[in-house]
């Protein structure tokens, strides 16, 4: 499915030069647009999907032996292999399509194999160029700016091949304000970097190397042959005796002999299993933890592709002037927007931009703004339930200084977590996902199925659903990520079905700080693939799109897993006001 152009960062289903891209590009137009004014129609996409093969998902995980003793006498397991007691997990011919699809749509270009670091990219030899205005006009708002990269080895060669992942930012310190670019990567060591010009006054671009493209190839290994790097617990307890075990999504098949947990979801059918404790019975399950990560899956050679300050987030330099002065526009505003939203024609649609520290939709709108009186006032006679992980919860955390909590006792981490306001009717409900969860604790009995959750939910005006399922993930192949998602996907549908009117609001993966190993565990690579997943997946449905990716990325503040306290207030506003739209006089 790769063609001449490969798009490589900054802005998840943009246009690529392939007609599957394409039509996804117009897709995502649709999607944005309906993100945008919240519309309320039903416009379920079916994916039209053509030549495509069959494609076996295998989930190969396997447990770590050192707190079971049973593993650990029999010494160490088998390598990845496909026997895994998931292997009965194959997926329907058409979900077989979808998954086919979706994986073309995030394939990402496989360097040749470097022989030394010199060879691989260093984004201190690499330089950017804002490119001139077309005829030398003078810049303006509603203009489009084109900067190209060419990336350099270590020895300041010119790289000849893509595949490096690249993030663009341009803003202005002075007005607040800050885009998300869009990076194409040519395939042959140069990108250019895409902005829309949306303010006057002057703007500055930075672009960052989040890693090399060997770097890349590593992760994409260790996705796909290590994913048990990531591994899981749990305690048994019964009376006065208690045992941890092993637990995973998928365990080796291996061991007949090796009794096992069955914790397998019946309604989803999401796999989940625990090495038998020896001496307790499956049902004394009381929690659910975190094992701890792997270590030492990379060669020495490999670490060297991921050093903080060296190849790690490193901003490229420009070779000349980094920054421009934009006009105000000259055309007049339809024109514009005409030229913005036309199939086709656009180059970059970037849900949104801060201007004066506020973020705002492509088109202008400011979002609004909301106190404690109009958040009450918003909130009124709606419940709202949010499901997910810790991105999620903070959602939860910035809305319970306006809505009493009632202390449910839960771990700090994984809730689930409730507030209640009697006298305004406000009831706001968090709630993890299930595993695969590296919480610190979970209790087993809260341990819930998002999709199962949504079940439960009548639906209605006043029900307001709000989904953050991403940062988990990212250890584990795509195709866990793709069958989870299709299972809520498919929940969302009958809930938007059998209460209509219920807002649903789905908020991408963001950036996070990243250092060697984090980077190896939780790359913001892999969050970048799960996020294009996402919005391919939901698009079409009537679904509020958050997209925290550009969010965080267009902000001037560091990356961070859980976004600092003015990015959530600037996202709780924008969701307030699909809540709670302005009223059009
Ligand atoms: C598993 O157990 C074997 C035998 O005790 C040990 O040699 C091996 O290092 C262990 N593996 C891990 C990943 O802890
Ligand atoms: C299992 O793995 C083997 C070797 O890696 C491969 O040849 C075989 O086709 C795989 N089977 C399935 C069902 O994917
Ligand atoms: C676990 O239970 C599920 C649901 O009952 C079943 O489909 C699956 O085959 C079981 N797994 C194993 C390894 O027995
Ligand atoms: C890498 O480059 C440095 C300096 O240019 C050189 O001294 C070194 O030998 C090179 N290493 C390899 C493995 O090529
Ligand atoms: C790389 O590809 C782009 C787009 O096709 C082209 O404009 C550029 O000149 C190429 N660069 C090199 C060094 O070949
Ligand atoms: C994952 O992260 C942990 C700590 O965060 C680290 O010890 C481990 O080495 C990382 N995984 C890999 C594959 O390196």
Same mark, same amino acid.
């Given at each position: 499915m790769l063609t001449d152009k490969h798009e490589a960062a900054? @802005?998840?289903?943009q246009p690529k030069g392939d007609p599957v891209s394409r039509r996804l590009s117009r897709r995502a137009l649709i999607f944005f647009l309906l993100a945008l004014s919240g519309l309320s129609f039903l416009l379920r996409n079916i994916l039209t999907l053509e030549n495509l093969s069959y494609h076996t998902a295998s989930m190969l995980f396997q447990p770590q032996n050192s707190s079971h003793p049973a593993l650990a006498q029999k010494g160490p397991l088998p390598p990845y292999n496909n026997h895994t007691i998931c292997s009965h997990l194959e997926p329907t011919p058409d979900e077989a399509l979808e998954d086919r699809a979706l994986l073309d749509a995030i394939a990402w270009p496989k360097p040749p194999?470097?022989?030394?670091? @010199?060879q691989t990219s260093d984004p201190v030899h690499s330089l950017f160029a804002i490119l001139p205005s077309k005829g030398g006009r003078e810049r303006r708002v509603g203009d489009q700016l084109e900067a190209l990269v060419q990336m350099q080895d270590f020895q300041g060669r010119p790289k000849r091949y893509g595949g490096d992942f690249l993030v663009a930012r341009l803003h202005s310190p002075d007005l607040g304000a800050g885009v998300a670019g869009t990076v194409v990567d040519h395939l042959n060591g140069s990108y250019s970097a895409l902005f829309p010009l949306l303010w006057e006054g002057p703007a500055q671009v930075t672009i960052t190397m989040v890693h090399s493209s060997e770097a890349v190839a590593v992760l994409q290994r260790l996705r796909e042959q290590r994913s048990d790097r990531f591994f899981f617990q749990s305690l048994f307890r019964s009376g006065e005796l208690s045992e941890t075990s092993v637990c995973n999504m998928c365990l080796p098949h291996n061991r007949p002999q090796e009794p096992l947990c069955n914790y397998t979801d019946l309604h989803t059918g999401e796999p989940w299993y625990c090495l038998k404790p020896k001496r307790l019975s499956c049902d004394t399950r009381i929690n659910h933890f975190k094992g701890g990560y792997k270590k030492d899956l990379v060669t020495h050679k490999e670490a060297l592709l991921f050093q903080s300050r060296v190849n790690i987030k490193v901003v490229i330099h420009a070779s000349g002037p980094d920054r421009i002065d934009v006009l105000p526009k000259k055309i007049d505003d339809l024109e514009l927007k005409n030229r913005n939203i036309e199939p086709g024609s656009v180059k970059y649609n970037p849900s949104g931009y801060y201007y004066k520290g506020s973020w705002r939709s492509f088109d202008g709108t400011p979002v609004r703004q909301f106190d404690a009186k109009s958040i009450t006032q918003c909130l009124t006679g709606k419940m709202i339930n949010m499901y997910g992980d810790s991105t999620m919860r903070q959602w939860f955390e910035y809305l319970r200084a306006f809505v009493p909590e009632f202390n449910l006792r839960s771990p700090a981490q994984a809730g689930p977590f409730m507030a209640v306001d009697c006298k305004h009717n406000i009831l706001l409900k968090y709630r993890c996902h299930g595993p695969p969860l590296g919480f610190s604790t979970v209790r087993a009995s809260e341990l819930r199925y998002v999709a199962n959750e949504l079940d439960r939910l009548p639906g209605g005006p006043n029900t307001v659903v709000a989904l953050s399922l991403w940062a988990h993930f990212s250890p584990f192949p795509v195709e866990v990520y793709i069958r989870r998602m299709r299972h809520i996907r498919r929940a969302l549908e009958r809930l938007l079905a059998r209460g209509p009117g219920t807002l649903v609001v789905i908020r991408s993966a963001n950036l996070r700080a990243l250092d060697k190993e984090m980077s190896l565990n939780h790359s913001d690579w892999f969050s970048l693939q799960l996020d294009r997943v996402l919005r391919n997946m939901f698009m079409g449905l009537a679904v509020v799109f958050v997209d925290a990716w550009e969010i965080t990325l267009a902000h001037h503040s560091p990356h961070n897993i859980h976004p600092p306290p003015d990015i959530i207030k600037n996202t709780i506003s924008l969701i307030l006001t699909q809540v709670c739209p302005a009223k059009k006089s």
């Open positions: 900054a @802005n998840p289903g194999a470097p022989t030394s670091l @010199n």
